[in-house]
């Protein structure tokens, strides 16, 4: 049984910084890619960021990029994601989400080659 656990999220100011970190358990966490997600209130869920199965591709919504960074560290079954110059519009549940392929080299983008997904966690950014 595969878990994802989300933690990192909270309040901060227009500008701030928050780390997210998802733990993944249940099966090698090293042969699949992983992403986040984003949901804000009555919007559809969207991708954020990705990173492939080895860790030597990432991915970035156009919203984030320049601004997030997606890690992964495969020795702790953990990714990571780095959000700095935080923007109001970023105020959204986050989730992390892991492939459903192994060493899988196809789209990153899409939610539905993804087949578990944390709980998620809040990030609020006032400004």
């Known amino acids: 049984q595969v878990q994802l656990v989300e933690s990192g999220g909270g309040l901060v100011q227009a500008g701030g910084s928050l780390r997210l970190s998802c733990a993944a358990s249940?099966?090698?966490?090293?042969?699949?890619?992983m992403g986040w997600f984003r949901q804000a209130p009555g919007k559809e869920r969207e991708f954020v960021a990705a990173?492939?199965?080895?860790?030597?591709?990432?991915y970035y919504a156009d919203s984030v990029k320049g601004r997030f960074t997606i890690s992964r560290d495969n020795a702790k079954n953990t990714v990571y994601l780095q959000m700095n110059s935080l923007k109001p519009e970023d105020t959204a549940v986050y989730y992390c989400?892991?492939?459903?392929?192994?060493?899988?080299?196809?789209?990153?983008?899409?939610?539905?080659?993804?087949?578990?997904w944390g709980q998620g966690t809040q990030v609020t950014v006032s400004s």
């Open positions: 989400a892991q492939q459903r392929r192994g060493y899988y080299s196809g789209s990153y983008y899409s939610q539905y080659e993804y087949e578990y």
């Open positions: 990173v492939s199965w080895s860790g030597r591709s990432t």
């Open positions: 249940g099966r090698t966490f090293s042969a699949y890619g």
